[in-house]
């Protein structure tokens, strides 16, 4: 079991900067790749950005490449995402997730996570 838990939302104005975090506890030694995943009003939630435990793999979903960064610290057991130039369509609900699985392959997609955050809101006004 890994508990993971998201913080840093709020609301921010068009332009600004936020930092998420999300503290994992329980059975961290085992987690692979960690992700952040947003889901809007009405929408489905989808794919923000990777990275797998070496920190030395990341990806973004082409919406936020350039513009958000992801990061872990392993010894924290934390995971982080730098959020710059926030955009109105970047209002959602972010919520991070952790794999056990060894595949990079499919570190974009939801069904390889295995455990997930409450998640934390972010709006962005305009």
């Known amino acids: 079991q890994v508990q993971l838990v998201e913080s840093g939302g709020g609301l921010v104005q068009a332009g600004g900067s936020l930092r998420l975090s999300c503290a994992a506890s329980?059975?961290?030694?085992?987690?692979?790749?960690m992700g952040w995943f947003r889901q809007a009003p009405g929408k489905e939630r989808e794919f923000v950005a990777t990275?797998?435990?070496?920190?030395?793999?990341?990806y973004y979903a082409d919406s936020v490449k350039g513009r958000f960064t992801i990061s872990r610290d392993n010894a924290k057991n934390t995971l982080y995402l730098q959020m710059n130039n926030l955009k109105p369509e970047d209002t959602a609900v972010y919520y991070c997730?952790?794999?056990?699985?060894?595949?990079?392959?499919?570190?974009?997609?939801?069904?390889?996570?295995?455990?997930w955050g409450q998640g934390t809101q972010v709006t962005v006004s305009s």
């Open positions: 997730a952790a794999s056990f699985s060894p595949s990079w392959s499919a570190a974009m997609t939801q069904r390889m996570y295995d455990y």
């Open positions: 329980g059975r961290t030694v085992s987690v692979r790749a």
């Open positions: 990275i797998d435990r070496s920190t030395i793999n990341t």
